[in-house]
Structure formats: structure tokens, C-alpha cells
């Protein structure tokens, strides 16, 4: 969780309405290094998952072999749901390009 400049500023105007105490500027600057190194280890987590996610995906030409060998032996029965799945994301892709 990042702490905004602009929350910082509102706890700052809170605190200069109150009375600055001896170490205001210090304790600003924690919460800001609280606040960044938060969002660091976010981060990090979601790198650390995407990169999990790429290396388990199969390589496409393993898909398309399987694929190809499952037609061929007349077991690749997809149902209705999947194929309209695949021409969604198919439709979606085409968009995005």
C-alpha cells in the first residue's frame, strides 16, 4: 500500500493545526519510506507470480502437438461452452492488437 503525497499532506496540515512537535519531519519521512517500501514488496509479489505463471504455461508448439494427436486419434471432442470461449478470448485479442 503506497501512502499518497496527498494523505501525507493532509496528516501534515492535521499535525500543523495541532502544534508541530520535535521530529515531525523525521516521522513524515518514515511514513513515506513505510509507505514505499509496501508498494515494493507488492510489486515483487506480483513479478515473482507472473513469472511462476509464464514457466508453468506450456510451450505452444507442446498445445498444438497434443491438440494435433487428439484430433487425429478423434478424442478432441471440445463442448459448446469451450468453443464459444475460445472465440471470445480470440475476438478480445483481436482488439487488443
Sequence with gaps: M?????EVKKILSQSADMGAHPGHAQLVE?????????????DAQ???QVVQDVVQTP????????????????????S???????????????RIK
Design 80 to 94: 459448446g461452452d469451450e468453443i464459444a470461449d475460445a472465440m471470445i478470448r480470440r475476438s478480445i485479442a483481436d
Design 30 to 42: 518514515e511514513i513515506k519510506e513505510i509507505g514505499a517500501e509496501a508498494e515494493r514488496r507488492a
Design 2 to 6: 503506497r501512502i499518497s503525497d496527498n
Design 46 to 48: 506480483l513479478v515473482k
Design 59 to 78: 510451450d505452444r508448439e507442446e498445445m498444438i502437438a497434443d491438440l494435433r494427436a487428439r484430433i487425429e486419434a478423434g478424442t478432441y471432442n471440445p
